[in-house]
């Protein structure tokens, strides 16, 4: 089957297979204050890594939703893994409130302090990240037309990891069982990791992850 994305054969595929071929993605859920005090937060499906050093992260908004106009507005961010034992205050957090309304008390949720940014963390996530906007790209499509859909990039400025997940210098990331987004209404998690060699001269594998 080949197909152009908007030309797709609906008596076949109901529902679009894009974001259930780019699966699995790491969630994105972002906590943000704005320069009044208000906080929001908010799971992402369109999150990743992009650099590094520095580590760079970032979170991609359909349209001007709350979590980027905070970041856009006071310069910085916060990531907090969603993992197992917190599925459902995740999917609590994604519901449509007021702005000004907590999604914190919404999900039951406590918050935590940052150190450098001031939003709050997810106090029982198992890491933080805490971030400072470098850019926010307005996407274009192939033509360079913008769209509503905005990319916000923060460099990591200070880290939180629970304790309880690292052994001999290194995290076990399978102990934290992180979600992840996958296509339609699907979740993954973490539970199961497998080790495999590059091939030399691939590059630095300490470096690699």
């Not at 940052?114 to 971030?131: H, I, T």
Request: negative net charge.
């Amino acid at each position: 089957m080949f197909f152009e994305p908007h030309l797709r054969d609906k008596s076949i595929l109901k529902h679009d297979p894009f974001k259930a071929l780019i699966a699995p993605r790491p969630i994105g859920w972002v906590s943000t204050m704005d320069r009044a005090g208000q906080v929001n937060l908010a799971p992402y499906s369109f999150f990743n890594a992009f650099s590094g050093e520095p580590p760079i992260v970032g979170f991609c908004s359909e349209g001007e939703k709350d979590s980027m106009v905070f970041a856009r507005d006071s310069g910085e961010f916060c990531w907090n893994m969603a993992n197992w034992d917190l599925l459902q205050q995740m999917s609590a957090s994604s519901a449509p409130l007021a702005r000004g309304d907590s999604e914190f008390v919404h999900a039951g949720l406590e918050t935590a302090s940052c150190q450098m940014v001031r939003a709050p963390r997810v106090a029982a996530s198992p890491a933080s990240l805490e971030c400072k906007v470098t850019q926010i790209l307005r996407l274009t499509d192939m033509n360079g037309a913008d769209i509503p859909r905005f990319l916000v990039l923060g460099q990591v400025v200070m880290m939180h990891i629970d304790d309880r997940y690292i052994h001999d210098g290194m995290i076990h990331i399978t102990e934290m069982k992180p979600l992840a987004r996958c296509g339609y209404q699907d979740y993954m998690v973490l539970d199961k990791v497998f080790p495999l060699q590059r091939p030399k001269g691939a590059g630095n594998t300490a470096s690699g992850s």
